[in-house]
């Protein structure tokens, strides 16, 4: 049940252009290099109004300082920076991975950040990792700060948005569409019978997009509302347990969950056994991300699988491709996913 998420964008090309350098600063702010060097490491010894209008140029242009430019010198780095919302999840770990191995056979190095979920430190990550030019950038999810995203293009550094789907990236893309995702799964229950349906899901971004597009397809298969149950991120499977337990004893009665997780559906699987609800019988479960105990519960859980260590293969052979100068054909790929049917749904 292989789907492509989404119609392949046609092939981009990143402009050609040079990162923004103190130079363009400088020339648009009418003063000399020296004194936005001044501007940016001390700031005292500049007046007001020059200092208000470099500041007002900085943020114009998007730049960040380059803090390997009173280093070595050297064509390039051989340092690629990846930042993902949870260095404990699992379902990053395979593509944490790949991205690693896959690097360090072409000569690179990847060092690894923790974003987060709900409080995201990535701006003010970003504008560390960008000052410090690495060959290459590789980002979870597409929705970035508006500030963030300048600094990016800004900078000229090559950048891979992945676990994701847009047909407008910053530069390039590994990933799928998590609406698709929601759509397929909604259909996937209706088609078993299953009307009355639920979502116990984190509150990131991705996640919501899963909903909306879970929601959407109800709607359109004539199916009541699905009911919904916010866990913040990152989810626990205590505090999946707790959320399902307040659908259940809210009322109506359901008879499937969507989970935004494989940990998440664990949860779920717990409290409807604790209450004697049997699975699939009285509750069909899907998750998300196809750990692996997926496969080893009971009963099996049917699940969405991404193939995370491609994900991580590509997004590596992109990266280099850019930092070596070489032409990308393909800067969008769409890796769709695949619906596995296990026993939590009657398929297994």
Not at 26 to 33: K, N, P, W
Not at 209 to 217: I, K, L, Q, T, W
């Amino acid at each position: 049940m292989s789907d492509p998420a989404s119609p392949p964008a046609p092939p981009r090309r990143r402009p050609d252009r040079s990162s923004v350098t103190i130079c363009d600063v400088a020339r648009l702010a009418g003063v000399s290099m020296i004194t936005v060097s001044r501007a940016m490491n001390t700031p005292e010894q500049v007046s007001e109004a020059k200092l208000a209008k470099i500041r007002a140029v900085v943020d114009q242009l998007g730049y960040v300082p380059n803090r390997m430019a009173g280093g070595l010198k050297s064509a390039r780095s051989r340092l690629v920076m990846a930042l993902v919302p949870s260095l404990s999840s699992q379902v990053f770990t395979p593509t944490v991975q790949a991205l690693t191995e896959a690097l360090e056979q072409r000569g690179y190095h990847l060092m690894l950040g923790q974003s987060g979920y709900e409080d995201s430190r990535e701006d003010h990550m970003l504008e560390a990792i960008i000052g410090r030019r690495p060959d290459g950038i590789v980002l979870t999810g597409v929705l970035h700060s508006q500030e963030s995203r300048k600094r990016l293009i800004a900078s000229g550094i090559p950048v891979v948005e992945t676990w994701d789907y847009s047909p407008s990236p910053i530069d390039m893309l590994v990933g799928f569409s998590h609406d698709r995702v929601g759509e397929e799964v909604c259909t996937f229950l209706a088609r078993q019978g299953r009307r009355h349906l639920a979502l116990v899901t984190g509150s990131d971004a991705r996640a919501m997009r899963r909903r909306d597009g879970f929601v959407r397809s109800a709607a359109r298969l004539g199916l009541p509302p699905p009911r919904v149950a916010m866990i913040a991120a990152p989810a626990t499977h205590a505090n999946a347990r707790v959320a399902l337990a307040a659908l259940l004893d809210a009322g109506p009665p359901l008879d499937a969950v969507f989970c935004s997780s494989d940990l998440v559906a664990l949860g779920v699987l717990n409290e409807l056994q604790s209450r004697g609800l049997s699975v699939p019988g009285a509750v069909a479960i899907v998750g998300f991300g196809d750990l692996a105990y997926a496969a080893s519960m009971h009963p099996s859980l049917s699940t969405i699988r991404i193939d995370g260590a491609r994900l991580g293969r590509l997004a590596a052979e992109l990266i280099v491709q850019r930092a070596e100068g070489r032409e990308v054909d393909e800067p969008v790929i769409d890796l769709g996913f695949e619906l596995v049917e296990r026993d939590s749904t009657g398929g297994g």
